[in-house]
């Protein structure tokens, strides 16, 4: 297929990463992305994944951090969040590209003859379908302006056809319609105590080679670049010294836009790409921004999961947290509990917080201290919350310790189980391939009159995103809702209970969906709002 030229206004930013993974590139992205929105102009971002998944829905979250989900049921990838949050705008799973994506597309369209009498190259077909899907976007958005961030590190194998992508936009459409920003790392060496500017000095030259020079580099480091920092890089790098970023570390990834505005990051790039905007406002932002500055107290939430020994597996959630204590004037600490080493005789450790979440998660492994910290939770009056796994495993915990069903479980945990209270939802019993096969995306959910959810939410209709197998067996209802679990959210359908509540509690709370997802800075998930606002109380009675 020859590339099919769509011309358009917007302009892109493309965002290269050197030196080393976890710099925090998609913050730098959503960042800038951010300074360009306070201008007044329709701004987005991609995020191109190298990898050969099809998406991020097969990957261990301890592996490649939280699986994200988009409301059309994209698993994305985790900086497809910190888009939405940067942006307050709800993407779709056409912004995370991968390698799995554009091949499937090149190799479907050779078979059924749409190259006939070529030979089907990385260049130009792989390249030209990569170029249609940035350009797609932009146009189908209406952008002004697309932050297009590269996965991985300059030199990596899988990144190459991308990176060529867009040295060849750059060459299509010239230097004011295009921009490069690569993002390195400078270590300070903690016995000499000097920031050291080798590694980005070598990463610009890799990105050279293939044919890339940077027009701005921002430089990740533990302390603020100092001018002559600044002045060496940009002789080795050939960028101007105002075009040298500080990205030192910061208390919360709210306050980097902040710290690249101040260098003047958006007036670099307004300049470089001749771009019309309206007067900078900081104004709501910087509500948001206070927000995380100043704390009267703080709180404290447990989170018993099975993934914590990567907290980015819970990113979404976190941010959810820390959105809901900021709203309130408190600093919200988390501490990750692996609830495999959780037992019956180790629980009184869970009296130390406010209140306790139960996040997402797959498969009997750990299962059971999630079921013991459930019940503790209802037991001890201690405000819980509860996301999809935490929904169906507070479920069993509540069948087995106060419907007298000593063995129920959800059928994920144990096939056989006497009482499947959580079984597979009756459309996925067909269903083999396991990528992008769950109950995915957002649905629609009626809210039942004069319950704790419809306190919370304000209405009886909300729309959640989801992402599972296995829901609430109704014909346990009745026994449930006599002994005091009430189910107050249910599908639009009626088929699937999607909250359940405990009226007779601090606050005990869970969702079938991910209420996570839908939680931005300034503007909290109800959910968790009032989760953090019961685990205050709770932290004020108890002191
Ligand atoms: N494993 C459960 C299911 O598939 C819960 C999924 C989750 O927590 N996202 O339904």
Known sequence: MQESEVVHKAKYIFVTGGVMSGLGKGI??????????????????????PYLNFDAGTMNPVMHGEVFVTNDGGECDMDIGT????????????????????????MELERKGGYLGQ???????????????????AKSDDLDVLVVECGGTVGDIESLPFLEAMRQMRLQYGMDKTLFIHVTLAPVLDVVGEIKTKPTQHSVQELRRIGIQPDIITVRSKVPLDASTKRKISLFANVEEKDVISSHDSTSIYTVPEILEEQGIHIAIIRKLALDT????????????NSYKNFKNDVKIAMVGKYVKLADSYVSINHALVHSGAKLGYKTNIDFIDSELLENDNLQSLNNYDGILIPGGFGERGSKGI????????????????????????VVAFARYVCNLSNASSTEIDPNTEDPVIYLLPEQSHIDNMGGTMRLGSHEIDVMPNTIANKLYGSTKIEKRHRHRYEFNQEYRNRFEKLGMIFSGVSYDGSRMEILEIPNHNFYFAVQYHAEFTSRPGKPEEAFLSFIEASIKNKNVRS
């Open 28 to 49: 730098v992205a959503a960042s800038l992305a951010k300074l360009l929105q306070l201008c007044g102009l329709k701004v987005s971002c991609i995020k191109i994944d």
């Open 278 to 289: 309206k007067p900078f406002r900081w104004g709501e932002w910087n509500g948001v921004l």
């Open 83 to 106: 888009y939405e949050r940067f942006l307050d705008t709800d993407l779709t799973k056409n912004h995370n590209i991968t390698t799995a994506q554009i091949y499937g597309k090149v």
């Open 371 to 394: 079921i013991a910290a459930a019940n503790y939770a209802r037991v001890k009056n201690i405000p819980y919350l509860g996301i999809c796994f935490g929904f169906q495993l507070a």
């Open 119 to 137: 030979c089907v190259q990385i260049i130009p077909h792989i390249t030209d379908e990569i170029k249609n899907r940035i350009r797609t976007t």
